[in-house]
Nanobody
């Protein structure tokens, strides 16, 4: 069994910062965390930041220059550093990964999400 767990969500004032973490555990042979998504109330889930296997990054226009995705392969962890937060960044944030289990099954895995609220 494979688990993705997001953490780091919180209530923060506009202009503040948060760092989200996405950690994988379980019967993992290999993992590729494709990116971070978010879903605001009443809206569709959208891609926020993505990282290729080679390390190149891609960001939604709304977060460019404010958010940074990074990873620590040794820890099976991906981070999302969020700076200059705005109320419109309020959403549940999810990470998404392609996982090959020790049994050589391939899974498209999602975490349960972590809530980010930006409000004064």
């Amino acid at each position: 069994q494979v688990q993705l767990v997001e953490s780091g969500g919180d209530l923060v004032q506009p202009g503040g910062s948060l760092r989200l973490s996405c950690t994988a555990s379980g019967s993992i042979f290999s993992i590729y965390v494709k990116g971070w998504y978010r879903q605001a109330p009443g809206k569709q889930r959208e891609l926020v930041a993505a990282m290729s296997r080679g390390g190149s990054t891609n960001y939604a226009d709304s977060v460019k220059g404010r958010f940074t995705i990074s990873r620590d392969n040794a820890k099976n962890t991906v981070y999302l550093q969020m700076d200059s937060l705005k109320p419109e960044d309020t959403a549940v944030y999810y990470c998404n990964a392609e996982v090959v289990t020790t049994g050589r099954s391939m899974l498209n895995a999602w975490g349960q999400g972590t809530l980010v609220t930006v409000s004064s």
